[in-house]
């Protein structure tokens, strides 16, 4: 028997990436190929690729740089690029980098097989269409292999809200959302395999609108759906727009258990001048009032969001309105970046704020929204919480699990498993993460 063949994917970015990077490996499981760790053992590395931040997209020739030698060792090595670099700038990335033989965008990777041949027989292959079939009806079905005990499950892809800095709408493309059946048939398949939380993903997951049993479902209606299977003890859904938040989810957060009281919100920013600006069509009172909401269903409910500062156009007073916002609402978790041009969006064409003015409302924000994490932290102290253990501590012994909250929880503990949620009674708040016991 000729010894499989290795395949390495490095993955920047999104959960979204993170899950389609899984199934590639999926994908080109049917060709031979089994996962390693280690780039200078693999036949085929595979850099899945984010488009969202300038920077994002430039590690992507700098770690295709550093992979380059690679192949003076071994020449049977292809390398691929796939994701949204390689959806934006698919030929320019073939121009600029001779050593890359692939690059396949996020809509065509049950295509890899084909291109996999197709570039061992001497070629090279670009694959950066949006297609006619559905990716998800050509993926290997139940090769889930490794299970870790939390999963991604992509619904939804795409967005058509355009927000005026974003280049989703262009690399991802239109919002489509998968049919009911498709997800549940997947969804089973994964808590067979051992999993017993399922994050719902999609690039505005709360847009969701699938074909179902008598129409169209939302995601509310979807989530309840999948409650009801046994054994999966918690669901959770990424990322989301404000102006998506219907009735429905909102209730949903009292009263559906298995929903976990985490919801990422992303606002962006607290000017209404900006917000308009950005083509978010909704105001900084009217995030305010949706969050309120909220919290009336699920009063413990942990919130999270993004914030781009230094916004075309962004001043002082602008920026004020944003640290007033996050004052209001009081963030346990938060994703701050200064403004990046991104070329086709139509902020690119404007002027943009100086870059130390960017950067200095970058640090005060980042240094609130810090404050803000440790308060709700060391509010967990002296608290039980349940927690999903996932995989082994970085201490002998030690293990790690996320919470209802979705903070990294270690506990020391023997009578552990993973895959196991147990009580745990948080005794002290470190930076990223809180420590406990077993609760009796
Ligand atoms: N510049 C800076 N941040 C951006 N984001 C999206 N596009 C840009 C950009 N051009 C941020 C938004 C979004 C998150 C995923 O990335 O905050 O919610
Ligand atoms: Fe991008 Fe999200 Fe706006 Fe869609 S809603 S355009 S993905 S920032």
Sequence with gaps: MTEAKKLYIKTYGCQM?????????????????????????????????????????????????????????????????????????GEEIMRRQPAVD???????????????????????????????????????????????PAAFLTVQEGCDKFCAFCVVPYTRGAEVS??????????????????????????????????????????????????????????????SHPNDMDDDLIAAHGDEPKLMPYLHLPVQSGSDRILRAMNRKHTADAYLRLIERLRAARPDLLLSGDFIVGFPGESDADFDDTMELVRAVGYGQAFSFKY??????????????????????????QALLTQQQREVQAAMVGREVAVLFEKPGRLPGQMMGKSDYLHAVHVTDPRIEIGQIARVRITHSGPNSLGGVLAE
């Excluded at 192949?71 to 949204?84: E, F, H, M, Q």
């Excluded at 998800?136 to 299970?147: A, C, E």
Aim: proline share 6%.
């Design 17 to 89: 990436n993170v899950y389609d990077s899984e199934r590639m490996a999926e994908a080109l499981g049917a060709s031979g190929y089994v996962m390693t760790d280690a780039p200078d053992q693999a036949d085929m590395i595979l850099l899945n690729t984010c488009h969202i931040r300038e920077k994002a997209a430039e590690k992507v020739y700098s770690e295709l740089g550093r992979l380059k030698p690679l192949k003076l060792t071994n020449p049977d090595l292809k390398i691929g690029v796939a994701g949204c670099v390689a959806q934006a700038e």
């Design 102 to 148: 692939l690059v396949v965008g996020p809509q065509t990777y049950h295509r890899l097989p084909a291109m996999e041949a197709a570039v061992r027989a001497g070629g090279r292959a670009v694959d950066t269409e949006f297609p006619e079939e559905d990716k998800f009806d050509h993926l290997p079905k139940g090769l889930h292999t490794r299970r870790a």
């Design 178 to 239: 998968r049919p009911v059946a498709r997800v549940m048939t997947e969804a089973r398949d994964l808590v067979a395999r051992g999993v017993r939380e399922i994050t719902l993903l999609g690039q505005n997951v709360n847009a969701y609108h699938g074909e179902g049993d008598g129409g169209t479902w939302t995601l509310a209606r979807l989530i309840r759906h999948l409650a009801r299977i046994d054994r999966l003890e918690r669901i959770r859904f990424t990322t």
């Design 340 to 365: 990046s041009p991104r070329p086709g969006t139509p902020a690119a064409e404007r002027a943009t704020v100086p870059d130390e003015v960017a950067s200095d409302r970058l640090h005060r924000l």
